[in-house]
């Protein structure tokens, strides 16, 4: 739906010009929305089962990992069915590149999860939390070069995307499917160490608030 | 004497946040207004509780509504930190307090049956084999396959019970057991539960049934406003609680006379 809608927007409307457009946009769009959709769901995972938490001992981990996890066979799921459609119509060749997007997806799986770890802890806290991160991904969606490319924001956008994790992992899955090339190793070492430092850190602060879960939800 | 449970001086506070507020939103504002701010007050719900629990042993906890029983029993599973004090738990402990809990009303008995065992972090095939058991004894195969939330109270509280026994869990924790099902139903749980002591199962149970506790307790204890008052042979816990209950009896009637 929303790929039909922005395609009509920015190829038709706004003009663009981006080469294969509505494959370029499948390529952001969708690992884009297992992201969003992984750590909306994440901010109810602890919260949405206060029953369990209070009469139930086991690993509280399983819990966000599990909502990530549906999220992310959606994700899969999604991209094997409409993948092939969009290269058909579209006629982009694929090259052997492309497979290189199974690992991209499993490490942003791993980034996915270690935000989710975070977000749903906190939730259990402050349950405005939940209201904050879908603002926060509004912003960020637009933030991130889905509907655009790198090279046509301006000065200081770039800068930001040399850091944001989000940035990085779309022009990652854009080189691979679109382009047909491995991201450069500043991309690749961004992804890497950002899926790193979120599981970490985002699993210690799941660990902190973990034993007091029962008593706040 | 091998051990199952050890507390030793364990101490639960709660805060009882008045005007608790769960948003940032509020959280920020308070740092400039007053009238958001948050009072704090602190409630002990277990005090000091120092007791052992043998292994096989089955241990009665009774004591009169808040005075903490069930704190204890989430205390043991793990649901619970102490704020002091020590536990140490040897053994498999079920890790559920309460009968049917972790049900999916959306699923069928047969999935819930695999759901419960799973969260006994029992594998599918050591699920596959147990799984017989568990219907027989819940009697409830011509239901096996329809969604729990069609179960009736019963039914629910069958199949809940008929899991939890059958997980053969090292240490069985139950809060309030005899609540399930007809006066059969019940003797066919109190002889399960007979059976699981004789085979070594370790189980602390909390019950207002005095008889209960008397019939299937090696030993109890008596909880009152957080702490142990006493503690041994269920026989004569049981009066001094039936006393104590009197004299609390008695001061209400004062107070409000």
């Known amino acids: 739906m929303m790929l039909v809608v922005y395609t009509i927007a920015f190829k038709y409307v706004m003009r663009t010009g981006i080469p294969h457009f509505t494959f370029f946009l499948l390529a952001g769009l969708m690992p884009w929305q297992f992201f969003a959709g992984a750590l909306t769901a994440s901010t109810h995972a602890i919260v949405g089962n206060g029953n369990l938490i209070r009469k139930v001992y086991f690993p509280r981990e399983v819990l966000p990992v599990a909502t990530v996890l549906f999220t992310f066979t959606q994700f899969i799921l999604a991209m094997a069915a409409v993948l092939p459609v969009v290269i058909l119509i579209d006629g982009v060749p694929l090259s052997w590149v492309a497979l290189m997007v199974i690992p991209l997806a499993l490490v942003h799986l791993l980034f996915t999860i270690g935000c989710a770890f975070a977000l749903s802890a906190l939730t259990t806290s402050f349950r405005d939390v939940s209201h904050f991160t879908e603002f926060a991904l509004m912003l960020l969606f637009w933030l991130t070069p889905i509907v655009y490319q790198v090279q046509m924001a301006p000065g200081p956008l770039k800068v930001f995307f040399r850091t944001s994790p989000l940035a990085a992992f779309t022009v990652a899955y854009q080189d691979i499917l679109v382009r047909g090339v491995l991201p450069d190793l500043a991309v690749g070492t961004t992804v890497i160490a950002w899926a790193v430092v979120t599981l970490v850190l985002g699993h210690a602060i799941f660990r902190r608030r973990s034993a007091g879960f029962a008593e706040l939800v | ?257």
């Open chain 2, 1 to 257: 004497m091998e051990r199952a449970i050890e507390l030793r001086g364990v101490s639960k506070m709660f805060l009882l946040k008045h005007n608790r507020s769960w948003d940032l939103k509020v959280k920020a504002l308070s740092l400039f207004n007053p009238r958001h701010r948050e009072q704090v007050e602190t409630f002990w719900a277990l005090r000091d509780v120092t007791l052992t629990v043998a292994k096989g042993e089955s241990i009665g906890i009774v004591g009169p509504n808040g005075s903490g029983k069930s704190t204890l029993l989430r205390i043991m599973a793990g649901i619970f930190q102490p704020s002091s004090g020590e536990l140490v738990v040897h053994g498999r402990v079920a890790p559920m307090i309460e009968l049917g809990v972790g049900f999916n009303v959306e699923l069928t008995g047969r999935e819930n049956i695999y759901l419960n065992a799973s969260l006994f972090r029992l594998s599918r095939r050591e699920t596959d084999a147990i799984y017989d058991r568990i219907v027989a004894f819940s009697e409830l195969e011509q239901f096996i396959d329809t969604p729990v939330k069609n179960y009736s109270t019963g039914m629910y509280a069958r199949l809940g019970f008929a899991v939890a026994v059958h997980l053969e869990p090292e240490i069985l924790l139950i809060d309030e057991v005899l609540a399930v099902g007809d006066e059969r139903f019940q003797q066919k749980c109190m002889a399960r539960m007979e059976d699981l002591r004789r085979r070594g199962t370790t189980i602390v149970l909390v019950s207002h049934a005095m008889e209960t506790i008397r019939s299937m307790c090696d030993r109890a204890g008596f909880l009152l406003h957080g702490r142990l008052e006493a503690e041994g042979d269920p026989g004569k816990v049981i009066a001094e609680y039936r006393a104590a209950l009197h004299l609390l009896g008695a001061e209400a009637a004062v107070a409000t006379g």
